[in-house]
């Protein structure tokens, strides 16, 4: 049973959080039905700034003084041009080296006029395609990179790996088109705030934007089909901790030119943070599934309570069963419907997220996690109904370790938003252990962005969560089960909705087929009595079999 928390209310920040996030890749909406031209062109405004997401080295080949300036000056040598050796243990060498020295924060100059930029004039912008790495090459990537400005103010290092030879890439204004804000000098050496891949996954003649790094450590990917929707992060340290949050980020980056006939691109990346530094390799595999390989070197300077792997952040703003003051033309607005755990002993969960109306915090203990991730369920427009924004062609993210994790569990921040212009959802696993600092902590895991549910095994899957007011205060819940293992079924099969509360009373559960979605039907009363949060869990069984996976639910007070 998940063990859950309710804390009150967070408060909102202005800085760049594991709930807040700006996206990369504006999409186009106009969300207003009826409304002028100009309210339409407002509201898409709105939403756009959510589409934005919101080093030092050791090695002698590597080091220069004076810390990550040092690193950027190395793009300024003439023995720049020839290259530095690099092989697939250099990062994890400069990690391991970085972790041994005091945390300094970068500090590389950015002129006024690009630090207060307003969103819309960052967005303004552009990456020059005729500038892309590779572009006038047949490889089957290109990478285009973002400007700094606005809150991307750091800059990253970037570097192209050809040959067992490490080259910076150099940055020139005339990479870019700047809109209204004044360009910089031609000899400007300003650097990039991030990059974005793509390839050619819809179209043999054009590359798509596959995945993009920009911001701390957050990144994203698409598969075939599919519009930007929720973001992973390479680390979270302390999310929902009084304290702060802490926000490592990537500080450089080494991107390996791939073969004409690759399928695959290789980026490594250098994190540090206050309390940690950490090596990533990213082995990045775009089409109908993007899938991304992961391995993680983590070489804390500090012990670490809380940290996060595998996190991902999305959106939820509601839903039919979960729409409670919100005045809207469409049925339903989220990147995400609901959290899917396959655990170490096999069962298969499915948490359906909430808009709550104070922050809640749910953890689900587990050792050896098979599996995890957020899920949009359903993929009909109806559903949704939004011509611009697309829900239902947001991307899942599915975390499969690699080897043993260990004892931990599966933590899910779900925070009150009142609007979806915020990312309000986070999961991760948190190891049960604290990191110690001086010690080396690795982790493989491969990353899923597609549009096929990840936690199906032939058991039943709940396809929608509903509920709604009952006499004496209670509760009724009604859930909709599908797949062929109840399709199968005859009408009069003696199935059984096994159901269980934390806190309260259940009653009056009922199963019935529904020959209007072929699956079945469970409802249920839930008498609250005076708990103020009561943990949920349904599944269908016959006799002593599991037909569907184990629905999870928290419920509060509207």
């Not at 039905?33 to 080093?55: I, K, M």
Request: with cysteine; charged share 25%; proline share 7%.
């Amino acid at each position: 049973m998940a063990q859950c928390s309710r804390v009150p209310a967070c408060r909102r920040r202005e800085e760049p959080a594991a709930v807040r996030l700006c996206r990369s890749s504006p999409p186009r909406h106009a969300k207003c039905l009826g409304a002028s031209r100009e309210d339409a062109r407002r509201r898409e405004e709105r939403l756009r700034r959510r589409e934005f997401l919101v080093g030092s080295v050791g090695l002698a080949a590597w080091a220069l003084p004076g810390g990550w300036a040092g690193a950027w000056a190395a793009e300024k040598r003439p023995e720049a041009d020839e290259g530095t050796p690099f092989d697939g243990s250099t990062v994890r060498q400069l990690a391991r080296q970085l972790a041994q020295s005091p945390y300094k924060a970068p500090n590389d100059p950015l002129p006024d006029e690009l630090k207060k930029l307003s969103y819309d004039a960052y967005r303004a912008i552009r990456f020059r395609p005729e500038n892309a790495l590779w572009r006038d090459t047949d490889l089957p990537f290109q990478v285009q990179f973002f400007h700094r400005g606005f809150i991307f103010t750091d800059r990253v290092a970037i570097h192209e790996v050809d040959q067992g030879r490490a080259r910076p890439v150099r940055y020139s204004p005339s990479q870019f088109s700047f809109g209204e804000t004044p360009p910089p000098k031609p000899d400007a050496d300003l650097g990039y705030a991030g990059f974005r891949l793509h390839a050619k996954i819809n179209r043999p003649d054009y590359y798509d934007e596959v995945a993009v790094f920009l911001g701390a450590s957050y990144f994203r990917a698409v598969a075939k089909g599919q519009v930007f929707g929720l973001s992973a992060r390479g680390l979270s340290i302390g999310t929902g901790n009084s304290k702060g949050e802490e926000f490592p980020a990537f500080r450089s980056f080494w991107i390996e030119r791939p073969s004409a006939q690759a399928r695959s691109i290789v980026v490594y990346a250098l994190l540090d943070s206050a309390s940690t530094a950490a090596a990533y390799r990213f082995t990045i595999r775009p089409g109908d599934e993007t899938v991304m390989d992961i391995e993680v070197a983590l070489y804390p300077r500090a012990k670490i309570d809380q940290a996060g792997l595998g996190t991902l952040t999305s959106m939820f703003f509601f839903d039919a069963q979960d729409r409670v003051g919100i005045d809207d033309f469409r049925p339903a607005v989220h990147d995400s419907s609901g959290l899917a755990i396959h655990t170490g002993s096999g069962e298969r969960l499915w948490r359906p997220l909430s808009n709550p109306r104070d922050l809640q915090v749910s953890g689900f203990a587990d050792a050896n996690v098979r599996g995890f991730g957020l899920v949009q369920r359903n993929r009909d427009f109806r559903v949704f109904q939004d011509l611009e924004a697309r829900y239902e062609q947001r991307p899942n993210a599915w975390v499969e370790p690699i080897g043993d994790w260990g004892e931990g569990e599966v933590q899910l921040y779900e925070i009150p938003a009142r609007n979806e212009y915020n990312d309000n959802i986070v999961v991760f696993w948190r190891p049960k252990e604290p990191f110690q600092a001086k010690r080396e902590y690795i982790y493989t895991y491969r990353l899923h962005w597609t549009s096929q549910d990840p936690n199906v095994d032939g058991r039943a899957t709940f396809a929608r969560t509903r509920q709604g007011a009952g006499h004496d205060d209670r509760r009724l819940f009604v859930l909709e089960a599908v797949g062929e293992a109840l399709k199968k079924l005859p009408p009069d099969a003696e199935v059984r909705g096994d159901v269980g509360a934390s806190a309260g009373k259940i009653l009056h559960v009922v199963t019935q087929p529904n020959p209007h979605t072929g699956g079945w039907r469970l409802s249920f009363f839930l008498d609250p009595e005076k708990a103020t949060a009561v943990d949920l869990r349904a599944r269908f069984v016959q006799g002593q079999e599991a037909l569907s996976e184990t629905w999870i639910f928290r419920w509060t007070p509207p």
